[in-house]
């Protein structure tokens, strides 16, 4: 199955991690204003997203919830 897989590391304590997908940039992008998470209270320290279209830029954020 093809996907994309992000990695990310862990500085200090927290409980779970959401992640957050665009086509479009969300640099400058209020919290308020963010697309929806795709996955939401991840425990672990990657994500794959099987969701994908080849040829399409994503874009991601990871929220960390402490």
């Known amino acids: 199955m093809a996907g994309i897989r992000l990695e990310?590391?862990?500085?200090?304590h927290f409980d779970s991690f959401d992640i957050i997908r665009s086509t479009t940039s969300?640099?400058?992008?209020?919290?308020?204003?963010?697309p929806e998470p795709i996955a939401?209270?991840?425990?672990?320290?990657?994500y794959v997203d099987t969701n994908i279209v080849k040829g399409q830029v994503y874009y991601?954020?990871?929220r960390v919830i402490r």
Do not use: E, I, P, S
């Open 40 to 46: 939401t209270g991840l425990k672990t320290m990657y």
């Open 60 to 62: 991601y954020k990871v």
């Open 26 to 34: 969300m640099v400058g992008v209020a919290d308020d204003d963010l």
């Open 8 to 12: 990310f590391a862990q500085f200090g």
